[in-house]
């Protein structure tokens, strides 16, 4: 195809188009049909040519060698920042003392001493007077008072901790319990109790540690206003070792080398041992502990089977739930009876014929526990017993002002129950009911000092208590003691009876002024009743005493 433009135009468009700035006329030929083409070359299939490795001239090698610098050791002493942190308001006070004054004409007194704040060593001193010195009955004739003299110390070293005390105790009573109108001066039917001891011993610090220890020594010499005399030396020890959390085991001893003398004895030890391995397994709902009684003791009594005494002791507790948990035990033991004891708790015995220790064959106790939400706690049981030699009291059979001891042996029957409640800090109640019924062996002519009943203890018992904060100022405290179905034989006359209940309705209230002085309030048998513990000892009626306390 070809495309044919006049020649001559475009001649005369190149002539006229010398002219600058003008536009001149042109032809164009364009050809479609013209084939552009290129020779073939051949094609090089040949590889490149490795090029030659040059030659080593020479063979390197490197040395490493050590360098020593007979330089010193750079010390660097460290040492912890110490940090000035605030004790914050709240000052802490190492003494105090407190005075009052009550009806019945009541001094009490109170010192408190202790050292400064020491991380090796603390001691104190503990001075107290507590006087009554009229009574229900013939004032004077009646009047008690108490006094105590304490020094302990403890001395820390980096794992054992060593602590020591010695005492002294005067605690004087009167025998009021006769014939209302007898004439009788006070200074003759008085009764002085002094007790002087002592204990000292070793415990490890870190409880966390596998091994736990604790040994004791302590030596014991009392006296009373007449013939009544008994020391006592006693060594108790415990240790255990926790295999882990869960599993743990132990050996707890004690020995006592006791020498009592009265009227109808004198110049005997009564010597008590008894050796309790243990083990313990406890986990998240159930703990179990296990352990066997060995007790060798050398009290003289008709029908003992032996000194030495093998007894099982094991409880346990499962948790179905923490607010609801089902426990058991089933123990066997033989409890130590002194004259000391028993004076502690009936202040009014006279001379005794004999002392023995109450061997508990076994008791076998059951029932259910929990606690709901930290606030409340609750326990109910039923447990029984079989004893032998248990003790019990009734007025004498030369003086009916004094008591004198009763043992036999038979079972006990006891039906208990406790409640707890915390309402965060500002109150807490305890509360706690006791029932029990005994069956004692019958008594015959070959047991003249046998008890048929269970003279002078109690059927049945309810203790309630409450405490009180509504501020950082005031503590008020308030109880209820209760108990009855106590009979009481007196073997002068032959006369027996049931006591009347008793009612004890206590309350204590202490308001702080300062931080540190503060006044204080408490009264006893607030109802006025005419309680009677031991028969024909009549209890002192509203009794109360205030007065203040400084801490320094």
């Known amino acids: 195809m ?6 001559a135009s475009v001649y005369a468009q190149d002539q006229k188009g010398n002219e600058r700035g003008e536009v001149t006329d042109a032809e164009f ?17 040949e590889t490149v040519p490795a090029l030659p490795q040059p030659e080593r001239k020479s063979s390197f090698s490197y040395g ?8 010193p050791p750079s010390q660097s002493e460290i040492k912890p920042y110490q940090k000035q942190f605030p004790t914050g ?45 009229e009574g229900p009955v013939d004032k004077k004739n009646s009047a008690e008072d108490h006094t105590n003299i304490r020094l302990n110390a403890n001395y820390f070293t980096e794992f054992v901790e060593v602590f020591g005390e010695v005492g002294y105790d005067r605690d004087r009573y009167h025998f009021y319990g006769y014939t209302p ?16 001891y002592g204990k000292g011993g070793v415990r490890n610090i870190a409880k966390d540690d596998p091994f736990n220890y604790e040994a004791k020594i302590g030596l014991r010499l009392f006296n009373d206003d007449y013939n009544a005399r008994e020391h006592q030396f006693s060594f108790e020890g415990l240790g255990y070792y926790n295999v882990n959390d869960d599993f743990r085991a132990g050996l707890d001893v004690s020995a006592y080398v006791t020498s009592p003398s009265d009227v109808g004895y004198n110049d005997i ?5 008894k050796l309790t391995p243990f083990v313990r397994y406890k986990t998240t709902m159930f703990e179990v502990n296990a352990g066997v009684n060995l007790v060798n003791e050398n009290d003289v009594y008709d029908n003992k089977n032996g000194d030495f005494h093998v007894f099982p002791k094991v409880d346990a507790t499962y948790y179905i739930h923490e607010a609801f948990a089902v426990y058991g035990q089933y123990i066997g033991d033989v409890k130590r009876n002194t004259y000391y004891g028993f004076a502690m708790e009936n202040p009014y015995l006279g001379p005794s014929d004999r002392l023995l220790n109450t061997v508990q064959k076994f008791k076998a106790e059951g029932g259910i526990k929990g606690s709901v939400n930290d606030a409340f706690t609750y ?4 447990a029984y017993g079989d004893y032998d030699n248990m003790h019990f009291y009734a007025n004498g059979s030369s003086d009916s002002t004094r008591f004198e001891l009763l043992y036999n042996d038979g079972a006990v029957l006891n039906y208990t129950g406790s409640l707890g409640y915390s309402l965060s800090d500002r109150y807490h109640l305890t509360a706690e009911a006791n029932y029990y019924h005994y069956t004692l062996d019958d008594v015959d002519a070959s047991k003249p000092s046998a008890a048929a009943s269970p003279w002078q203890r109690p059927e049945w018992e309810i203790n309630v208590h409450n405490t009180f904060t509504p501020d950082e100022k005031w503590l008020i405290q308030a109880g209820l003691d209760m108990m009855g179905g106590i009979y009481a034989q007196n073997l002068e006359s032959g006369v027996t009876d049931t006591l009347d209940p008793i009612l004890d309705l206590n309350a204590k209230i202490d308001y702080k ?3 540190r002085l503060s006044v204080f309030a408490k009264g006893n048998n607030l109802l006025n009743q005419k309680n009677e513990r031991y028969w024909n000892y009549q209890s002192r009626g509203i009794q109360g005493i205030g007065g203040v306390t400084f801490k320094f």
């Open 64 to 71: 490493a060698r050590d360098f020593f610098f007979t330089l």
């Open 513 to 515: 002024i300062t931080d």
């Open 379 to 382: 326990k109910l049981g039923v």
């Open 2 to 7: 070809s495309l044919f433009l006049p020649l």
């Open 89 to 133: 308001t709240e000052s802490l006070y190492h003494s105090l003392a407190r005075i009052g004054y009550g009806n019945y004409q009541s001094p009490l007194a109170e010192l408190y001493v202790n050292n400064l704040q020491s991380d090796y060593l603390n001691y104190g001193v503990m001075l107290r007077h507590q006087g009554f010195y």
């Open 269 to 273: 030890n009564r010597n008590y041992a």
């Open 181 to 196: 109108g007898t004439e009788v001066m006070a200074e003759d039917i008085q009764q002085l109790f002094s007790t002087i």
């Open 29 to 45: 030929i364009i050809r479609k049909d013209r084939v552009l083409s290129l020779p073939k070359r051949t094609r090089n299939f």
